[in-house]
């Protein structure tokens, strides 16, 4: 099987899974227990928040462990109830964002505002800056989209929303760009940045929301002190073991080698007459590639997924709907849907030329018989 849907998920990185395996059997001590297999599972917890602070220049003290980006996304919007009733957010963010926004509109008497995007999927930074109040707004916008591969100017837009409203409170959810592109929360302006694991070679279930030094959220799930009292709940030891030693891997992948990948399997595949990339051209994750072939999207995913090869049609939370992309809408293209190819540390160039032959003749093939 090519792989090509790390986007989706990856791998788990074997020195990941050598790292987890002590702690489901000889280490499997609860760490708010005092004794000795209480505290050593402790220490490994604090040792895990350390190697995530350390991929976004964060401060261990920031760094809140959840199930996932999912649960991220929504400690970081609802915990605001009470304190805004305003949240400004993008047209293409993932459904997380948009569905709990949603919600705090219909049921918490939030004001929300969605912002579009242009024809590459960057967010129109006037309109975002138009949107912020007086009071205390809450401004989400993802860092890297997880379908197109698109990059928002992160940095800069934060600073906007500051210079607009000092008390608004700015939120990412850099799921995507963890692991792919360089993050510096000391240097961004960001009060919020949620986080996960399975998308940088860790496991499933575990995930993290930074929390800049100061800034207050309610907590959503309420029991025991766990978290600093922000996610009560035993702590899932293992997994968050295997996301602290997935960001220490993190630092040492190399991108150049992915990122021409990609570039060889897009040039490969715009030689389909009609063939499109969708997304930015050059301010685009390394390893992202989404492209339309004026094609049904599902009929390509399954010819070639017989074939050995896996891509996806975006987003592994809306794949009920391969044809109806919420991203690609937003940014103006109407098409049968894109095919989204994300490339990994653990695919080769081999595999990759394999993958575009085989995309290509499959796409030619399906065109023909229709």
Known sequence: ????????????????????????????GNPSSVHMPGREAKKAIERAREQVAALINADPTEIYFTSGGTEAN?????????????????????????RTAGHLE??????????????????DKEIVLKNIRK???????????????TINPIKDLASAVKSVNGKALFHCDAVQSLGKLKLN???????????????VYGPK?????????????NPQVTGGHQENDLRAGTENVPNIVGF???CELAMDYKMTKISQMRADLMKKLLEIPGATVNGHPTNVLPNTLNMSFRVSSDLIIMNVSTKGVSVSAGSACESDKPNDSHVLKAMGIESNGGIR????????????????????????GIRNIL
């Open 1 to 28: 099987m090519i792989y090509l849907d790390n986007n989706a998920t990856t791998p788990v990185h074997p020195d990941v899974v050598n790292t987890m395996i002590p702690y489901f059997s000889e280490k499997y």
């Open 74 to 98: 929504n400690l970081a919007l609802r915990g605001m109830i009470g304190q805004s009733t305003h949240l400004v957010t993008g047209s293409t963010e993932h459904i997380s964002i948009l």
């Open 106 to 123: 219909s049921r918490q008497g939030f004001i929300v505002s969605v912002c579009p995007v242009d024809k590459y999927g960057v967010i």
């Open 135 to 149: 009071d205390i707004t809450v401004v989400s916008i993802m860092h890297a989209n997880n379908e197109t591969g």
């Open 185 to 199: 929360v000391k240097d961004s302006y960001i009060d919020m940045m949620s986080l996960s694991a399975h998308k």
């Open 205 to 217: 279930g575990i995930g993290a929301l930074y929390i800049r030094n100061g800034v207050k959220l």
């Open 244 to 246: 602290g030693k997935a």
């Open 341 to 364: 190819m994300s490339l990994g540390g653990f695919n080769t160039p081999d595999e990759i030329k394999s993958a575009g032959d085989i995309l290509s003749t499959t796409i030619k």
